[in-house]
């Protein structure tokens, strides 16, 4: 079984750029589907999208579609998530997840705090 | 994208059980039966309860169970306990650009 691990949090300026890792370890990854999930601060979880390691193919939310780029590097068992120019209202948790086929999140990572501020 | 409807709150006292519902519509709920529920502790990574509308994964205590009538799934928790205090989010696969959606939460107070 997958196991996820996200990297550390992250302090960053309006207008920066950043990229968030999941790192897979265990058997399955590359035929995992990764998705990501926003939880703003006090508030519930978002679907943010999903990436297929094998053939890196995407399916995004429409209300990210086009704000994130979602990613996936299976020679390293490594899924992304990428901003090219942040805004303070990306101040959330991020977390990264492994679904069954059925589409329910059953492993996550332990998340990764992503802090926009001027 | 809308998504799935959930009471903000619920409660119980230990020893009782709960049922938490999560409407949707005919273009998830209603028509698939890939609803999930997550428990979540202040602080802590969501975790899988049920998958399926009705599936357990293993080690998850089979005091919660799940279920789905027409377009509205509903969790209940029953025998309850302290540590079953935490917010509980449904999720559901639907068609077109409702993919994959979570519910607002409900916060459980035992």
């Known amino acids: 079984e997958v196991q996820l691990e996200q990297s550390g949090a992250e302090v960053k300026k309006p207008g920066e750029s950043l990229k968030i890792s999941c790192k897979g370890f265990?058997?399955?990854?590359?035929?995992?589907?990764i998705g990501w999930v926003r939880q703003m601060p006090g508030k519930g979880l978002e679907w943010m999208g999903v990436?297929?390691?094998?053939?890196?193919?995407?399916t995004y939310s429409p209300s990210f579609q086009g704000r994130v780029t979602i990613s996936a590097d299976k020679s390293i068992n490594t899924a992304y998530l990428q901003w090219s120019s942040l805004k303070a209202s990306d101040t959330a948790i991020y977390y990264c997840?492994?679904?069954?086929?059925?589409?329910?999140?059953?492993?996550w990572g332990q998340g990764t705090m992503v802090s926009v501020s001027s | 994208q809308s998504a799935l409807t959930q009471p903000p709150s619920a409660s119980g006292s230990p020893g009782q059980s709960v049922t938490i519902s999560c409407t949707g519509s005919t273009s998830d709920i209603g028509d698939y039966n890939y609803v999930s529920w997550y428990q979540q502790h202040p602080g802590k990574a969501p975790k899988l309860m049920i998958y399926?509308?009705?599936k357990r994964p293993s080690g998850v205590p089979d005091r919660f169970s799940g279920s789905k009538s027409g377009n509205t799934a509903s969790l209940t928790v029953s025998g309850l306990q302290a540590e079953d205090e935490a917010d509980y989010y449904c999720s559901s696969y639907g068609s077109g650009n409702n993919f994959k959606v979570f519910g607002g939460g409900t916060k459980l107070t035992v």
């Open positions: 990436v297929y390691p094998a053939d890196s193919d995407t």
């Open positions: 399926e509308v009705n």
């Open positions: 265990g058997d399955s990854f590359t035929n995992s589907v």
């Open positions: 997840a492994a679904a069954l086929p059925t589409y329910a999140f059953h492993i």
